[in-house]
């Protein structure tokens, strides 16, 4: 059965391998993940991937294809093996790939290459990314220690790795670019602006006056230390993360409500201004609330993941867009630090890498049991007040808050739970809206339709009551306290979740022809978990919160009140009790509870509980904490905490992905393609990075992706970086290391950057891109030769240097940087710079696009308002992404709208006038010199002739002739045209040598 199965359909899959493969040399043993995998993917996966297994054949997994667990390949032996008889045979109906997809034969190169594979023994080999980082083998033949100095042409080891590769290709070096060239790539490249003319100026001539090459060394370090002590390189590399970590200040989806983020955006600001390593940097993000006695900035920094989206549509259901955001958190964290599609895995083990359906449930179990539950309210949160210096004060208040609330209830649950309590049978339940049946469980059970605010009344029997039939509720005639039980759906959980919003208790005497009844007072009330951001005691109030769980109800949850004072039922009281619920749904229907029970109990514990002066103690401190708490002002930015351990979700893997279909429960884990070959904690540097067995929750498991166990997040970082600095990737699929993404142009190099940025570096980035920048291959002029062009158009061996168009934030920043017009302040809320009249609406709330004023209007891009449904056009123009879900890339295009919005846009408009008005301040009554200042302001340089003499005839043919009317002496410069002169700033605005670096 099994062989018949493996004649099953084979349909080619698109990916990065070409139609034929080269195969080994003849000398060289044949490489798995080179030479065989690639064939296997492009004619085979897809049938026998991790989707569909035909035959019981996956060529994902070694252990179904090799003995003695697989059955088509003997290793050794070729011609024995099912693999190579099918693809050999004559027969087109048994021949593989089958010939109604294929009708050619597969290359007789590829044949050989698998012939080859078997022969050696079919060495399987785990995808290169997964590897330990191969640092054994020398870069180039006879490596050293000296040879970087022996070297004619590297300065950094990074170049002999270029120079092999280069050379390879029969590909010769570029000769350094000229110094204003590499100061306009670094600038950019480190702080996102341009340098000056000034600052041009003085490198030029400090490069001039070098006495020797080493002088000039020493002078390029010089400068690469100032850029890397800007402030503004902490503002180039945050606007970086933004994309990856899908920055916005909104909330998304169809109403797009504002959120306060802006913090968030401040925090990486300072940490890349302060260089924090990349592996704190990954810990504080994933899992700072985790940290032993965490900081403000350990919240802050959790803001990573609630940059999520919150559906605030009335009528959506929030289990199902809290599910979307903890799968939005699994999938984004894999991109970022792993360029692995682990959303593939959502829905079905992974076509092409060796991750399993169930594998991805366990790691979404690390995240599941967070706070935040998709409310509009966004808890939890952590209020950070706008002026920096407040933000420490705000830190330890709304953290005593925390403490006090979980001290308080912590010390009435554990005397709750001790208390020996007697489920109550009602001897009526009546509801002022759909119906209440009393099970024989005691549970009673509402079903029907509820208004928002529906009551329920439920009678519980005393000593005697009318009812010969009715059961006491208690054995005595003493109650102190009684406690609510609320429970699932056990064939639907989690189901929609409930609060009490209050609780009315009274005594009611039946004896007579009318009811007396008399209220009881209830003294406080202790909840089993604080999972709501309210107080469970604003349940004896009526006001907004109360006790229960909301919006879902994953498991039973309780609260205990207790009475004042102990309540005596005399013959033929009962206790009458008034269930009020005015939680509704974003959509304002009612949340009515649906399964719950009473309990009552004469335990004297609880009584002398509220006598109890530590109860005092910590109701005082809590009251006192919460006063301070609501005096403090400022933005509330969404964290992550996780639910108390008595309330944790129970995750279980999802039928085909799909949310409502949920099966068996799993543990918290990692794939076991990722701990087969190394440990899951080796290397601990930092005394919060313990070595563990197992991951068993966030902080396992941020310590796990930064270690040496795992080489994956080394590689991808370094690969980051070098696509932000030469606009490509070593691996140009940076969101993908896995089969399917492109492999690494040079393999070696991109193990030598990911072991200087994990181990010689510390993970610390600016010593990182210093050896970078300051090395050959990253000084060589952009200048292109046609040797160079013909062998190598795009730049993958890098004989040359970068030169690649800037981001959407850079051309807007250099253009207020050039014109100067660029605020230099730095942090705090964002701002609305001009934008076209109509492109933002708010149709649900009417919120409006203010546009600042002043400085505010000319402040860095990064601080732009971003709103999800509307972000700033000019950006998107420019390849921005919208930031509703990670982005680990930009793409850029080319198309008309972009010289549109440079024309056009108020922006630019703004900009060409002041640049035009700051070169006629400053060169006198000459044109020509005007024009120099602007050209050099903006492209870095001076123009050549053909160049100068284009924007002169630019500026002659628009000039309007000068009117007699004109003002004498109103400007010194009256024979340069301000408006005309501007039209000729916007112009150098929009040259190829300003848009590019």
Same mark, same amino acid.
């Given at each position: 059965?099994?062989?018949?199965?493996?004649?099953?359909?084979?349909?080619?899959?698109?990916?990065?391998?070409?139609?034929?493969?080269?195969?080994?040399?003849?000398?060289?043993?044949?490489?798995?993940?080179?030479?065989?995998?690639?064939?296997?993917?492009?004619?085979?996966?897809?049938?026998?991937?991790?989707?569909?297994?035909?035959?019981?054949?996956?060529?994902?997994?070694?252990?179904?294809?090799?003995?003695?667990?697989?059955?088509?390949?003997?290793?050794?032996?070729?011609?024995?093996?099912?693999?190579?008889?099918?693809?050999?045979?004559?027969?087109?109906?048994?021949?593989?790939?089958?010939?109604?997809?294929?009708?050619?034969?597969?290359?007789?190169?590829?044949?050989?290459?698998?012939?080859?594979?078997?022969?050696?023994?079919?060495?399987?080999?785990?995808?290169?990314?997964?590897?330990?980082?191969?640092?054994?083998?020398?870069?180039?033949?006879?490596?050293?220690?000296?040879?970087?100095?022996?070297?004619?042409?590297?300065?950094?080891?990074?170049?002999?790795?270029?120079?092999?590769?280069?050379?390879?290709?029969?590909?010769?070096?570029?000769?350094?670019?000229?110094?204003?060239?590499?100061?306009?790539?670094?600038?950019?490249?480190?702080?996102?602006?341009?340098?000056?003319?000034?600052?041009?100026?003085?490198?030029?001539?400090?490069?001039?006056?070098?006495?020797?090459?080493?002088?000039?060394?020493?002078?390029?370090?010089?400068?690469?230390?100032?850029?890397?002590?800007?402030?503004?390189?902490?503002?180039?590399?945050?606007?970086?993360?933004?994309?990856?970590?899908?920055?916005?200040?909104?909330?998304?989806?169809?109403?797009?409500?504002?959120?306060?983020?802006?913090?968030?955006?401040?925090?990486?600001?300072?940490?890349?201004?302060?260089?924090?390593?990349?592996?704190?940097?990954?810990?504080?993000?994933?899992?700072?609330?985790?940290?032993?006695?965490?900081?403000?900035?350990?919240?802050?920094?959790?803001?990573?993941?609630?940059?999520?989206?919150?559906?605030?549509?009335?009528?959506?259901?929030?289990?199902?867009?809290?599910?979307?955001?903890?799968?939005?958190?699994?999938?984004?964290?894999?991109?970022?630090?792993?360029?692995?599609?682990?959303?593939?895995?959502?829905?079905?083990?992974?076509?092409?890498?060796?991750?399993?359906?169930?594998?991805?449930?366990?790691?979404?179990?690390?995240?599941?049991?967070?706070?935040?539950?998709?409310?509009?309210?966004?808890?939890?949160?952590?209020?950070?007040?706008?002026?920096?210096?407040?933000?420490?004060?705000?830190?330890?208040?709304?953290?005593?808050?925390?403490?006090?609330?979980?001290?308080?209830?912590?010390?009435?649950?554990?005397?709750?739970?001790?208390?020996?309590?007697?489920?109550?049978?009602?001897?009526?339940?009546?509801?002022?809206?759909?119906?209440?049946?009393?099970?024989?469980?005691?549970?009673?059970?509402?079903?029907?339709?509820?208004?928002?605010?529906?009551?329920?009344?439920?009678?519980?029997?005393?000593?005697?009551?009318?009812?010969?039939?009715?059961?006491?509720?208690?054995?005595?005639?003493?109650?102190?306290?009684?406690?609510?039980?609320?429970?699932?759906?056990?064939?639907?959980?989690?189901?929609?979740?409930?609060?009490?919003?209050?609780?009315?208790?009274?005594?009611?005497?039946?004896?007579?022809?009318?009811?007396?009844?008399?209220?009881?007072?209830?003294?406080?009330? %202790?909840?089993? #978990? $604080?999972? *709501?951001?309210?107080?469970?005691? =604003?349940?004896?109030? +009526?006001? !907004?919160?109360?006790?229960?769980?909301?919006?879902?109800?994953?498991?039973?949850?309780?609260?205990?009140?207790?009475?004042?004072?102990?309540?005596?039922?005399?013959?033929?009281?009962?206790?009458?009790?008034?269930?009020?619920?005015?939680?509704?749904?974003?959509?304002?229907?009612?949340?009515?509870?649906?399964?719950?029970?009473?309990?009552?109990?004469?335990?004297?514990?609880?009584?002398?509980?509220?006598?109890?002066?530590?109860?005092?103690? %910590?109701?005082? #401190? $809590?009251? *006192?904490?919460?006063?301070?708490? =609501?005096?403090?002002? +400022?933005? !509330?930015?969404?964290?992550?905490?996780?639910?108390?351990?008595?309330?944790?979700?129970?995750?279980?893997?999802?039928?085909?992905?799909?949310?409502?279909?949920?099966?068996?429960?799993?543990?918290?884990?990692?794939?076991?393609?990722?701990?087969?070959?190394?440990?899951?904690?080796?290397?601990?540097?930092?005394?919060?990075?313990?070595?563990?067995?197992?991951?068993?929750?966030?902080?396992?498991?941020?310590?796990?992706?930064?270690?040496?166990?795992?080489?994956? #997040?080394?590689?991808?970082?370094?690969?980051?970086?070098?696509?932000?600095?030469?606009?490509?990737?070593?691996?140009?699929?940076?969101?993908?290391?896995?089969?399917?993404?492109?492999?690494?142009?040079?393999?070696?190099?991109?193990?030598?950057?990911?072991?200087?940025?994990?181990?010689?570096?510390?993970?610390?980035?600016?010593?990182?891109?210093?050896?970078?920048?300051?090395?050959?291959?990253?000084?060589?002029?952009?200048?292109?030769?046609?040797?160079?062009?013909?062998?190598?158009?795009?730049?993958?061996?890098?004989?040359?240097?970068?030169?690649?168009?800037?981001?959407?934030?850079?051309?807007?920043?250099?253009?207020?940087?050039?014109?100067?017009?660029?605020?230099?302040?730095?942090?705090?809320?964002?701002?609305?710079?001009?934008?076209?009249?109509?492109?933002?609406?708010?149709?649900?709330?009417?919120?409006?696009?203010?546009?600042?004023?002043?400085?505010?209007?000319?402040?860095?891009?990064?601080?732009?308002?971003?709103?999800?449904?509307?972000?700033?056009?000019?950006?998107?123009?420019?390849?921005?992404?919208?930031?509703?879900?990670?982005?680990?890339?930009?793409?850029?295009?080319?198309?008309?709208?972009?010289?549109?919005?440079?024309?056009?846009?108020?922006?630019?408009?703004?900009?060409?006038?002041?640049?035009?008005?700051?070169?006629?301040?400053?060169?006198?009554?000459?044109?020509?010199?005007?024009?120099?200042?602007?050209?050099?302001?903006?492209?870095?340089?001076?123009?050549?002739?053909?160049?100068?003499?284009?924007?002169?005839?630019?500026?002659?043919?628009?000039?309007?002739?000068?009117?007699?009317?004109?003002?004498?002496?109103?400007?010194?410069?009256?024979?340069?045209?301000?408006?005309?002169?501007?039209?000729?700033?916007?112009?150098?605005?929009?040259?190829?040598?300003?848009?590019?670096?």
């Amino acid at each position: 059965m099994r062989i018949a199965a493996f004649f099953g359909l084979i349909i080619a899959v698109a990916v990065s391998t070409p139609a034929s493969h080269a195969g080994a040399a003849e000398h060289e043993p044949i490489d798995f993940n080179r030479d065989v995998r690639p064939i296997l993917i492009q004619y085979c996966t897809s049938c026998h991937g991790g989707v569909k297994q035909a035959g019981d054949v996956s060529f994902v997994y070694a252990d179904r294809v090799l003995p003695p667990d697989g059955w088509i390949v003997e290793p050794g032996e070729p011609d024995e093996s099912i693999l190579i008889q099918r693809i050999t045979t004559d027969d087109a109906d048994m021949r593989m790939p089958p010939a109604d997809e294929h009708p050619e034969p597969l290359p007789a190169e590829d044949v050989e290459t698998l012939r080859r594979w078997i022969s050696e023994g079919a060495k399987w080999g785990d995808l290169w990314s997964m590897a330990p980082l191969k640092l054994d083998a020398p870069a180039v033949p006879g490596d050293s220690p000296s040879a970087v100095a022996e070297s004619s042409w590297a300065k950094k080891k990074l170049d002999l790795f270029v120079e092999t590769k280069r050379t390879q290709q029969g590909l010769s070096p570029s000769p350094p670019a000229p110094p204003n060239q590499w100061l306009r790539r670094v600038s950019l490249d480190l702080t996102g602006l341009p340098p000056t003319p000034a600052q041009i100026g003085a490198f030029e001539s400090a490069c001039k006056s070098a006495a020797n090459e080493a002088a000039r060394d020493q002078i390029y370090a010089a400068e690469v230390d100032r850029l890397l002590a800007s402030p503004q390189y902490g503002q180039r590399w945050a606007s970086m993360w933004m994309d990856l970590a899908r920055y916005a200040d909104s909330m998304g989806f169809e109403k797009d409500p504002h959120r306060d983020m802006w913090p968030y955006r401040d925090w990486l600001i300072r940490s890349f201004n302060r260089d924090m390593p990349y592996d704190e940097f990954t810990i504080k993000q994933l899992a700072g609330d985790l940290l032993p006695d965490p900081t403000a900035d350990d919240l802050i920094a959790t803001a990573f993941h609630r940059n999520t989206q919150t559906n605030t549509e009335g009528g959506t259901d929030d289990e199902e867009f809290r599910v979307a955001a903890i799968i939005d958190r699994v999938n984004t964290t894999w991109t970022v630090w792993q360029a692995t599609t682990f959303g593939c895995v959502q829905c079905h083990s992974h076509p092409y890498d060796p991750l399993e359906h169930d594998e991805y449930y366990r790691c979404m179990a690390l995240f599941d049991s967070s706070l935040d539950a998709d409310l509009p309210d966004d808890y939890p949160t952590f209020k950070v007040p706008t002026n920096p210096d407040d933000i420490e004060h705000a830190f330890t208040v709304q953290r005593e808050y925390e403490s006090a609330r979980q001290r308080r209830n912590d010390f009435g649950r554990q005397r709750c739970g001790d208390t020996p309590w007697t489920p109550a049978t009602p001897t009526n339940a009546t509801s002022s809206g759909g119906k209440l049946k009393i099970n024989d469980d005691h549970v009673q059970t509402a079903s029907g339709t509820f208004p928002v605010g529906v009551e329920y009344t439920i009678d519980l029997a005393g000593p005697t009551s009318p009812d010969e039939n009715a059961e006491s509720a208690i054995d005595g005639d003493t109650i102190t306290g009684i406690r609510l039980e609320i429970f699932p759906d056990p064939g639907n959980a989690p189901g929609q979740g409930s609060l009490l919003t209050h609780l009315r208790v009274a005594v009611v005497d039946n004896q007579g022809d009318q009811e007396k009844s008399t209220d009881i007072a209830i003294a406080d009330v %202790f909840v089993d #978990a $604080l999972t *709501q951001s309210t107080d469970p005691r =604003d349940s004896l109030q +009526g006001n !907004s919160g109360g006790v229960g769980e909301h919006p879902k109800l994953n498991d039973r949850r309780w609260a205990c009140f207790i009475f004042k004072e102990p309540v005596k039922l005399a013959d033929h009281q009962n206790l009458r009790l008034r269930m009020k619920q005015s939680q509704s749904t974003t959509g304002n229907l009612a949340t009515p509870i649906r399964d719950f029970r009473w309990s009552v109990t004469d335990d004297p514990a609880l009584t002398e509980l509220l006598a109890n002066p530590q109860l005092s103690e %910590f109701t005082s #401190a $809590l009251d *006192q904490a919460k006063k301070q708490a =609501d005096e403090i002002s +400022g933005a !509330s930015l969404p964290i992550v905490r996780s639910r108390p351990s008595q309330a944790a979700r129970v995750t279980r893997t999802f039928i085909r992905g799909n949310w409502m279909e949920r099966d068996d429960a799993v543990t918290p884990g990692i794939p076991a393609v990722f701990t087969q070959s190394a440990p899951l904690i080796d290397d601990a540097k930092a005394p919060n990075q313990q070595a563990a067995a197992v991951v068993e929750n966030r902080l396992d498991f941020a310590n796990w992706l930064v270690s040496k166990g795992n080489p994956l #997040a080394a590689r991808v970082w370094a690969n980051r970086i070098w696509a932000q600095l030469f606009g490509r990737g070593l691996v140009e699929t940076e969101e993908d290391f896995g089969s399917s993404g492109l492999a690494p142009s040079d393999p070696m190099l991109l193990d030598h950057l990911a072991d200087l940025a994990r181990n010689e570096h510390r993970w610390h980035l600016k010593p990182l891109l210093r050896d970078i920048v300051l090395s050959s291959t990253y000084r060589q002029t952009h200048d292109a030769s046609d040797q160079n062009m013909a062998v190598d158009p795009r730049n993958r061996y890098f004989a040359r240097g970068p030169r690649t168009r800037l981001s959407a934030e850079m051309i807007r920043d250099q253009a207020l940087a050039a014109s100067q017009l660029l605020s230099d302040e730095s942090g705090g809320p964002s701002v609305m710079p001009p934008q076209p009249d109509g492109v933002w609406q708010a149709v649900y709330s009417g919120a409006q696009w203010k546009t600042s004023e002043g400085d505010q209007r000319y402040r860095r891009a990064l601080y732009t308002y971003w709103r999800r449904t509307s972000p700033y056009p000019s950006f998107l123009t420019f390849d921005s992404p919208t930031r509703d879900l990670c982005s680990a890339r930009r793409l850029d295009t080319n198309t008309p709208l972009q010289a549109l919005v440079t024309l056009n846009d108020p922006v630019y408009q703004e900009c060409s006038a002041a640049l035009a008005k700051n070169a006629i301040d400053q060169s006198g009554e000459s044109v020509e010199v005007a024009i120099d200042s602007m050209f050099r302001s903006v492209t870095s340089q001076t123009p050549n002739d053909l160049e100068r003499s284009a924007l002169l005839s630019l500026y002659t043919d628009l000039r309007s002739p000068p009117t007699s009317s004109s003002d004498d002496g109103a400007d010194n410069n009256d024979d340069i045209d301000l408006p005309t002169l501007s039209i000729v700033a916007n112009t150098i605005l929009n040259l190829d040598k300003a848009l590019t670096k």
